[in-house]
């Protein structure tokens, strides 16, 4: 599967943004998906995930109650709404899918990690200015 994220910029704190990657390849269904960010001289966080479905969805304490994320397998997109956004939400947003033939312990905790996730897209950068 390829990923392609788009919808980063800037926006000021407590403004919101919407951010999404589109799949191509494979069936989308057959990935449970994430996002991660990457601050500059930081490594790569978690910040959400979401099942093949939809049906169950995982966040950060960082961003939980701010970020929603969500899919729509018709048009093979994920996406993340992120408001109230904080200078410290100033990263890139890399999205990544894990192939669910792969079990991989995803649904136990692996959706957290880096090793969790077979493909990434290029990310995009968003910027909170304060």
């Known amino acids: 599967v390829q990923l392609q994220a788009s919808g980063g910029g800037l926006v000021q704190t407590g403004g919101s943004l919407r951010v999404s990657c589109a799949a191509s390849?494979?069936?989308?269904?057959?990935?449970?998906m994430g996002w991660f960010r990457q601050a500059s001289g930081k490594e790569r966080e978690f910040v959400a995930a979401?099942?093949?479905?939809?049906?169950?969805?995982y966040y950060a304490d960082s961003v939980k109650g701010r970020f929603t994320i969500s899919r729509d397998n018709a048009e093979n997109t994920v996406f993340l709404q992120m408001n109230s956004l904080k200078p410290e939400d100033t990263a890139v947003y890399y999205c990544?899918?894990?192939?669910?033939?792969?079990?991989?312990?995803?649904?136990?905790?692996?959706?957290?990690?880096?090793?969790?996730?077979?493909?990434w897209g290029q990310g995009t950068l968003v910027t909170v200015s304060s």
């Open positions: 990544g899918a894990h192939d669910r033939e792969y079990l991989r312990g995803w649904y136990s905790g692996t959706y957290r990690s880096l090793a969790g996730y077979e493909y």
């Open positions: 979401i099942t093949w479905s939809g049906s169950i969805t």
């Open positions: 390849g494979r069936t989308f269904s057959s990935y449970d």
